[in-house]
């Protein structure tokens, strides 16, 4: 069974400074989704990482992936307030997909 | 396209009432998902499909029942309601390396 982690669940940033965001997988995944969910909203697609080493850029976020290590990384670049919501990573079984907890991300200016 | 539509976005129920959420999509894919989230937390998956006919669990299917008989609907039924089934529920469907999620659905039991 897939398990998905992500760390941390809750960070607040200045505005202008970079971070990351960490979402460890324990089993094989064929791919792995980051999305962004506004309060109140439903989720919207960010990356979807296919293959090992696989580096994808959105604007000032950035996602990666390493299958030998079962882990994939969101990284912000300076922050800006737009930013601030709730992104999930998302990791993908046999049939079933299965979501980290989340991270609240604030970006305080 | 429409993609993925979800209805009602909003229902309050009694304890002990049943309801359906609809869930339909036009993109011809055929896994599809229900998932809850309640407040402050994730997605937790409650039942999945992939393709008509095929359904299965996830990780919370209790009260919940599904149906494909079409790739198009996956209609999520709610027998007996309780008021832990207080949640917002999204459906989503798969294809194209790509995840595509309705709007959702708030439903509240009191």
């Known amino acids: 069974e897939l398990k998905v982690e992500q760390n941390p669940l809750f960070l607040s940033m200045q505005e202008g400074k970079n971070y990351t965001i960490y979402c460890n997988y324990s089993t094989t995944s064929d791919r792995l989704y980051w999305y962004r969910q506004d309060p109140g909203k439903s989720l919207e697609s960010l990356f979807v990482l296919l293959s090992n080493g696989a580096v994808k850029q959105e604007g000032r976020l950035m996602a990666s992936l390493d299958t030998k290590a079962r882990l994939s990384t969101l990284h912000i670049t300076a922050a800006v307030h737009d930013l601030s919501a709730t992104y999930f990573c998302c990791g993908a079984g046999s049939y079933q997909l299965t979501f980290g907890k989340g991270t609240k991300l604030s970006v305080i200016p | ?110």
Not at chain 2, 1 to 22: C, D, E, H, W
Not at chain 2, 33 to 62: C, F, H
Request: proline content about 5%.
């Open chain 2, 1 to 110: 396209n429409a993609g993925v539509t979800q209805t009602p976005k909003f229902r309050i129920l009694k304890i002990g009432q049943s309801m359906t959420l609809q869930c339909t999509q036009d993109m011809n894919h055929n896994y599809m998902y229900w998932y809850r989230q309640d407040p402050g937390m994730g997605l937790k998956l409650i039942y999945y499909s992939v393709g008509a006919g095929i359904t299965d669990k996830g990780e919370v299917p209790n009260g919940y029942n599904v149906s494909r008989s079409t790739t198009e609907d996956f209609p999520l039924r709610l027998e007996l309601a309780a008021p832990s089934q207080t949640s917002v529920y999204f459906c989503a469907s798969r294809g194209n390396e790509k995840l595509f999620f309705g709007s959702g659905t708030q439903l509240s039991v009191l």
